[in-house]
């Protein structure tokens, strides 16, 4: 039980995670996952892809499809909106860690 409660709470660490990211290259599913798991978040495909497209939807990732290995690999961006939302949400972050950091 504890287990679902905490990856509630970490969903929204890890949208800002992949904004962090997207801000910086374009990254890709598989990538980020293996990016997620080096900093203690265990989340399937089937998780990361639906988040994924949820911030496509909502305008703060942009795809590119390209073509590796004969396969086509979705990459994606973060957009202008995508990087003024994650400003904003680091600095609300850093304020609220302050307060709970003791």
Same mark, same amino acid.
């Given at each position: 039980?504890?287990?679902?409660?905490?990856?509630?709470?970490?969903?929204?660490?890890?949208?800002?995670?992949?904004?962090?990211?997207?801000?910086?290259?374009?990254?890709? $599913? &598989?990538?980020?996952? %293996? +990016?997620? /798991?080096?900093? !203690?978040?265990?989340?399937?495909?089937?998780?990361?892809?639906?988040?994924?497209?949820?911030?496509?939807?909502? $305008? &703060?990732?942009?795809? %590119? +499809?390209? /073509?590796?290995? !004969?396969?086509?690999?979705?990459?994606?961006?973060?957009?202008?909106?995508?990087?003024?939302?994650?400003?904003?949400?680091?600095?609300?972050?850093? +304020?609220?860690?302050?307060?709970?950091?003791?």
């Amino acid at each position: 039980m504890e287990d679902k409660i905490l990856r509630k709470l970490f969903l929204g660490f890890i949208q800002i995670h992949i904004l962090h990211h997207a801000k910086e290259h374009p990254i890709f $599913g &598989l990538w980020m996952l %293996e +990016e997620l /798991k080096e900093h !203690g978040y265990s989340i399937s495909a089937g998780t990361l892809y639906p988040i994924l497209h949820s911030m496509e939807a909502d $305008g &703060l990732l942009e795809k %590119e +499809e390209k /073509k590796v290995e !004969g396969k086509i690999r979705k990459y994606y961006r973060a957009t202008d909106k995508g990087i003024t939302v994650l400003d904003e949400a680091r600095n609300k972050a850093y +304020e609220l860690f302050k307060e709970i950091k003791d």
